[in-house]
């Protein structure tokens, strides 16, 4: 039958419209990693085999087999040519490592052992190949003037800039603490303003306590976040009460929904407290949850 110039020209926008529907209506594929403080008893080779097989993308190193400054783990020492291949391997990546320094103290000798600490763990980052390292701010202690402790912060972070600068690592100041609000965390990103500093939104840490909408959380620190902790849960007698993604209180829906909007391309690793909160379930289970649970925001 001869094709018309008419049908042709209806038949070829009925094609293009249908494609436009389709990429319209696709739905986004989340970068998902998790976090070691999830598995706290589990050496490196179970992480990893459990990261492949439930299709992670990447890993958080938050301490290993319960010690949380990773270079006395001789897989972060004498045996990191080892570990960077079991990754390689692997197909993984490492997409954070999880350092325990602290921003906020004034004392000379707590500060430097504190910077000591994250100028390590820029090293150890930059051997891995791993992008982005994170640091507490931490606390607004009652004995320190508030704005003269938010500004320590601010000028800490943007040392540890410079330094990781030189490495090409980011540092990553996560809401974390007492200093959770985010006006304060933005003040803190606005004075520390170095291109090798972002924001770890741990939305839950921030939200169980300020109550802040995430819309409004994301809208001001948006310039800043390139890296997201999920986690869900409600608060019982003040405390946290983690739950899997989807069955808590927290506002992830929303938060994610500004994140998506937004552009963001980074990772939604799960960070699963069990080092901290023994009782919760097992990481067999709530790993293997995770992948499918945060599909609902998608």
């Given at each position: 039958?001869?094709?018309t110039r008419r049908s042709f020209i209806k038949r070829s926008l009925g094609l293009a419209l249908a494609s436009s529907f389709d990429v319209s209506t696709k739905k986004t594929k989340p970068r998902l990693a998790f976090s070691t403080l999830g598995c706290p008893t589990w050496p490196l080779s179970k992480?990893?085999?459990t990261?492949?097989?439930a299709k992670y993308e990447a890993i958080e190193i938050r301490g290993l087999e319960k010690e949380m400054y990773l270079p006395k783990r001789p897989e972060f020492s004498t045996d990191l040519a080892q570990t960077r291949q079991l990754f390689t391997d692997n197909k993984l990546k490492i997409c954070n490592l999880g350092a325990s320094s602290n921003l906020h103290f004034m004392d000379t000798a707590k500060r430097q052992k504190n910077m000591d600490e994250a100028r390590r763990f820029i090293d150890l980052a930059h051997e891995l190949s791993c992008p982005y390292v994170r640091v507490f701010p931490n606390d607004l202690p009652k004995d320190q003037d508030r704005?003269?402790?938010i500004n320590l912060i601010s000028e800490n972070l943007s040392e540890l800039g410079r330094y990781a600068k030189e490495a090409k690592v980011t540092v990553l100041l996560e809401s974390h603490g007492q200093v959770i609000w985010k006006d304060v965390l933005l003040q803190i990103m606005q004075q520390a303003n170095h291109p090798n500093v972002g924001l770890i939104w741990d939305i839950f840490n921030m939200?169980?306590?300020t109550k802040e909408s995430p819309t409004e959380v994301y809208k001001t620190l948006k310039k800043y976040i390139v890296h997201t902790h999920i986690k869900d849960g409600s608060m019982v007698n003040g405390k946290p009460a983690y739950t899997?993604?989807?069955k808590g209180e927290a506002p992830l829906k929303e938060a994610i929904d500004a994140l998506k909007s937004g552009g963001y391309k980074g990772y939604y690793s799960f960070e699963w407290e069990k080092m901290w909160h023994p009782e919760i379930p097992e990481p067999e289970l709530a790993?293997?949850?995770y992948p499918q649970a945060i599909q609902q925001y998608f």
């Open positions: 039958m001869q094709t992480i990893v085999q990261a492949v097989a704005e003269q402790t939200w169980s306590i899997f993604v989807g790993f293997a949850d």
